[in-house]
């Protein structure tokens, strides 16, 4: 039998199977799913994640994935806990390795790049939002792209950074990227960089290499996102190469 | 939050956090999609539509002119696609 290509197949709820789960930060964990129908993902897209009480009630969120679509058959949703959620609690305290979960994906067309699309890249996140960014970084080192690449990652405090050792190895040993971390809230003693939310000031001195040539992705809590993508269209930046997504009113 | 419009902000995502719904009635990721809004009549991704999804569903809003486009409402046996907020939505042909 002639293998066949599934080039669109149906998006349909599948269980995958936890095979490891991580601590990231005191409120954030990875978890590692193996999907019996893997499709490779564009890095930016999500995962839908689906609970069934006994009584039939049904809930789902949608997770960023934060694995490069270079790691075939298996997946990692990074997942802040939000205390009185629906979801997050039962994956950071109930799910254990080996459990199984329904989930649906790769979703979502929009925010999305691959190194196809070229650059200079810009990458703007604040809290978990970093986790869609992350996936963009990965793919991009995996690929050895070499597009001038900045990101700049708000947190409220050192404790609150997720991947801080693996943005700064990467940055360490390639030329082409930067990370400028700032932190809202208590930034460590010794620290030089920035301690406040983001501004304009920030972002022009962020993005001033790049002049508007940049493609720009802004992934965070609403009002982060907000006040960042409004900052961009007052600075002139062509607005068609901005993308957002805005998680809502939890994070940093 | 210092008041309801400053809480109704903080709520909305944007509508690419509702492309698995929208994916299920329409088979296609539908991000890319563009709607005209009926109001304002400017043209926007489904993608980057306003999104409030912390009701019993969801709607959908213009990002210039804040007129609802869609809402999406899901039951036990049927999903309602209500979109008299658009004016039509155009999508590439599948491949």
Request: charge should be neutral; charged fraction near 20%; include cysteine.
């Amino acid at each position: 039998m002639a293998t066949e290509v599934l080039v669109r197949p149906a998006l349909e709820w599948q269980a995958g199977t936890v095979t490891a789960i991580r601590p990231e930060t005191h409120k954030t964990k990875s978890f590692t799913f193996a999907l019996p129908k893997w499709m490779v993902h564009r890095p930016g897209q999500h995962y839908d994640v689906r609970l069934t009480a006994p009584d039939g009630y049904r809930t789902e969120r949608s997770y960023s994935i934060a694995s490069p679509p270079e790691r075939v058959g298996e997946l990692d949703l990074t997942v802040e806990l939000i205390p009185d959620g629906e979801v997050s609690p039962y994956m950071h305290d109930v799910l254990m390795r080996g459990d199984q979960l329904e989930v649906r994906g790769p979703i979502g067309g929009y925010f999305v790049w691959d190194v196809a699309m070229g650059g200079p890249l810009l990458l703007i996140g604040g809290g978990s939002g970093v986790v869609p960014l992350m996936a963009m970084l990965r793919h991009r080192t995996a690929q050895h792209a070499t597009m001038p690449t900045r990101i700049l990652y708000s947190s409220r405090t050192a404790d609150d950074v997720i991947y801080r050792d693996e943005l700064d190895r990467m940055a360490a040993s390639d030329p082409a990227l930067e990370v400028f971390y700032t932190f809202t809230r208590q930034a460590p003693a010794d620290w030089n960089g920035y301690r406040r939310r983001i501004d304009a000031t920030m972002l022009s001195e962020v993005i001033k290499p790049f002049g508007n040539r940049a493609h720009i992705y802004v992934c965070g809590p609403t009002l982060l996102v907000e006040a960042v993508a409004n900052a961009l269209v007052q600075m002139q930046l062509p607005t068609e190469q901005i993308r957002t997504e805005r998680f809502g009113p939890t994070g940093a | 939050m210092k008041n309801d419009a400053d809480m109704n902000t903080a709520l909305m995502v944007d509508g690419n956090a509702v492309a698995g719904e929208l994916a299920q009635i329409f088979g296609r990721d539908m991000t890319m999609a563009v709607a005209r809004c009926a109001g304002c009549a400017k043209d926007a991704e489904l993608g980057a539509l306003m999104a409030f999804t912390r009701g019993p569903g969801v709607v959908l809003r213009c990002p210039a002119c804040q007129q609802a486009i869609a809402r999406i409402v899901e039951t036990p046996s049927a999903i309602y696609l209500e979109a008299r907020g658009a004016t039509f939505l155009r999508m590439r042909p599948q491949p």
